[in-house]
């Protein structure tokens, strides 16, 4: 059975570009670093010999472990050392490219929820989420 290319680096990028205010950049070791209100959402790069690309997204607690040790996944290197829930796809055996866009969605979400609210307001981003000033 040969190889078979997953999400590739234009579907990443294009996909990444879709959502509403994000900013890209070029980053670690060429890879393609997504932001929203300057802080990371979605990683794309880093491919091992025969792999397609690797994928990097935050998710909730649950997912991460879930996923930490499931085929095609991997803690995220550097992020997850460190605390964070990050998670790297490295194949498509565990998560498809249409589940692998979900999850970059929810990241992108989970991310906006840590912008200052002003940011926030001004992006138009989680307005039902955040509470009214006093």
Same mark, same amino acid.
């Given at each position: 059975? =040969?190889? !078979?290319? %997953?999400?590739?680096?234009?579907?990443?990028?294009?996909? /990444? $570009?879709?959502?509403?205010?994000?900013?890209?950049?070029?980053?670690?070791?060429?890879?393609?670093?997504?932001?929203?209100?300057?802080?990371?959402?979605?990683?794309? =790069?880093? !491919?091992? %010999?025969?792999?397609?690309?690797?994928?990097?997204?935050? /998710? $909730?607690?649950?997912?991460?472990?879930?996923?930490?040790?499931?085929?095609?996944?991997?803690?995220?290197?550097?992020?997850?050392?460190?605390?964070?829930?990050?998670?790297?796809?490295?194949?498509?055996?565990?998560?498809?490219?249409?589940?692998?866009?979900?999850?970059?969605?929810?990241?992108?979400?989970?991310?906006?929820?840590?912008?200052?609210?002003?940011?926030?307001?001004?992006?138009?981003?989680?307005?039902?989420?955040?509470?009214?000033?006093?």
């Amino acid at each position: 059975m =040969g190889y !078979r290319e %997953v999400l590739t680096d234009d579907e990443f990028n294009d996909f /990444c $570009e879709s959502l509403p205010h994000s900013t890209h950049v070029v980053q670690w070791g060429d890879a393609d670093v997504w932001k929203i209100g300057g802080k990371v959402f979605a990683i794309g =790069g880093w !491919r091992d %010999v025969d792999q397609g690309l690797f994928v990097t997204f935050k /998710c $909730e607690e649950f997912e991460f472990e879930l996923l930490g040790a499931a085929p095609g996944c991997r803690p995220a290197p550097y992020l997850a050392s460190r605390g964070f829930t990050w998670i790297q796809r490295t194949g498509d055996e565990t998560i498809s490219d249409d589940e692998l866009r979900e999850f970059i969605t929810e990241s992108y979400h989970l991310v906006s929820l840590n912008l200052t609210k002003k940011l926030q307001r001004e992006l138009g981003l989680n307005q039902a989420e955040i509470e009214p000033d006093t």
